[in-house]
Nanobody, 123 residues
Framework: QVQLVESGGGLVQAGGSLRLSCAAS????????MAWYRQAPGKQRELVAS???????NYADSVKGRFTISRDNAKNTVYLQMNSLKPEDTAVYYC?????????????????WGQGTQVTVSS
């Protein structure tokens, strides 16, 4: 099985910073794209940032210039550095990864989610 475990959420004042981490573990052959999503109360889950296995990144317009996604392939970990946080960034943040793993004699690729970590930005 594969697990994604997030950490780093919390309460911060507007203008502050947080760094989220998400570590993947299990019978992993390869991790392809990784991403961070968020879901605020009463809203749909939205893509915040993504990063390919080669390091190409993509950001939501609302976080460009403030958030930075990165990954450490040796540690199977993706990070989200969040600076200049705003109250509207308050949400549960979810890690997502497309992972290729070995199951007995087969190779299979699936999409996995972390359990979510709460980020609260006070004004």
């Amino acid at each position: 099985q594969v697990q994604l475990v997030e950490s780093g959420g919390g309460l911060v004042q507007a203008g502050g910073s947080l760094r989220l981490s998400c570590a993947a573990s299990g019978s992993i052959v390869r991790i392809n794209a990784m991403a961070w999503y968020r879901q605020a109360p009463g809203k749909q889950r939205e893509l915040v940032a993504s990063i390919t296995s080669g390091g190409s990144t993509n950001y939501a317009d609302s976080v460009k210039g403030r958030f930075t996604i990165s990954r450490d392939n040796a540690k199977n970990t993706v990070y989200l550095q969040m600076n200049s946080l705003k109250p509207e960034d308050t949400a549960v943040y979810y890690c997502n990864a497309e992972i290729t793993r070995q199951v007995v004699w087969a190779i299979t690729t699936n999409n996995y989610w972390g359990q979510g970590t709460q980020v609260t930005v006070s004004s």
